[in-house]
């Protein structure tokens, strides 16, 4: 058997809302020299029916299913299942960029010195209406010093790694759940560099329900923990503002999705997400202070979005956008 150049992991949890253009949006990539390992941590849902109609209508993909174990798990199965030396890493309810394997080969391709890359995302709410761009520090000094100030230093799936660098540090760490990427950056920090693109490769569903809002409190207490052993590990010294608990992140939810629309140049989104933000709330100072957020910056977003129209949007990705294939009995 020939071993494909890329290695694309999804875990999977209750996805099948999102799966058939996640998963479509590889199937259409320029770049097809890939296979796929999707790992089905005991969805409850269609999850493993939708799974199974792809891997029966392509011989690339490859599914495994499991007793709900946890993100961590899923990754680290889904890792020693590739044949690939290099691994895209994408979530199951994202969209990837129809040039996102090809561009991210060609880096690491000329970039032997680089262990992980990733891109700018384009944020996008539940129904797939985008929400803006957002990219990150490029340089491998930059990039650590975020880390180690905890802040992002590249988006987890829109990344691509080296295997042979995965095994190297071990994997991710599951005492480090819902930080596992923040975790294994800063470990792969130490055997090569990291790094980002300018190039949008991935749509990146933001709502309520998603990890990162549901455990956020669980991640300051855990980054915390990690940047006195990261610090102790680098013989560094540890400054007091790292481990400073920061305050909670507000809440997720329509009012934030109209903010994030209306400054990343989506008028028509911000004002979807007001609709729902004055049906869920009604009248009070927040929903007065968001409305009137989106009219003071909509002149500059209707200017955004027209340069925007054809080169920043979410893929249509028309043959994929059903909730689920006909399945046979």
């Not at 020939?2 to 875990?11: E, F, Q, W």
């Not at 309520?208 to 809002?213: D, K, R, T």
Request: a positive charge; hydrophobic letters at 40%.
């Amino acid at each position: 058997m020939n071993k494909p150049a890329l290695s694309v992991v999804i875990p999977v949890y209750n996805a099948g809302k999102f799966l058939m253009t996640s998963i479509g949006s590889i199937i259409d990539q320029t770049f097809q020299d890939w296979e796929m390992i999707c790992v089905n941590d005991g969805s409850t849902d269609e999850s493993k029916l939708i799974l199974e109609w792809f891997a029966r209508n392509d011989s690339r993909i490859r599914v495994v299913h499991q007793q709900n174990a946890g993100l961590v798990c899923a990754l680290n199965r889904g890792h020693e299942m590739v044949l690939a030396q290099l691994i895209c890493r994408m979530d199951a309810d994202d969209i990837a960029m129809p040039t996102r394997l090809a561009h991210q080969f060609e880096f690491m391709s000329k970039n032997p010195n680089h262990v992980a890359v990733s891109g700018s995302i384009l944020e996008m709410d539940i129904d797939s209406e985008p929400l803006g761009v957002q990219s990150l520090a490029r340089d491998h000094d930059t990039i650590v010093q975020r880390l180690l100030r905890r802040k992002t230093g590249l988006f987890h799936p829109a990344s691509i790694m080296r295997s042979d660098a995965l095994r190297r540090v071990g994997g991710y760490r599951p005492e480090y759940q819902w930080i596992e990427d923040h975790d294994l950056w800063l470990r792969l920090s130490e055997v090569g560099q990291l790094g980002n693109t300018d190039e949008i490769v991935l749509c990146y569903r933001q709502h309520a329900a998603s990890g990162s809002w549901q455990k956020s409190n669980r991640q300051r207490e855990l980054t915390t923990l990690l940047l006195k052993e990261t610090h102790a590990r680098m013989g560094i010294a540890c400054e007091d503002s790292s481990l400073a608990t920061p305050p909670a992140r507000s809440d997720a939810g329509p009012g934030k999705w109209a903010r994030k629309a209306i400054r990343g140049g989506y008028p028509q989104t911000a004002i979807k997400h007001l609709r729902l933000l004055w049906k869920e709330k009604g009248l009070t100072w927040y929903t007065l202070r968001m409305f009137a957020e989106v009219a003071m910056r909509l002149p500059a977003a209707v200017r955004t979005n027209r340069r925007n129209a054809k080169t920043v949007q979410v893929p249509t990705l028309s043959r994929w956008n059903t909730h689920s294939p006909t399945f046979s009995a």
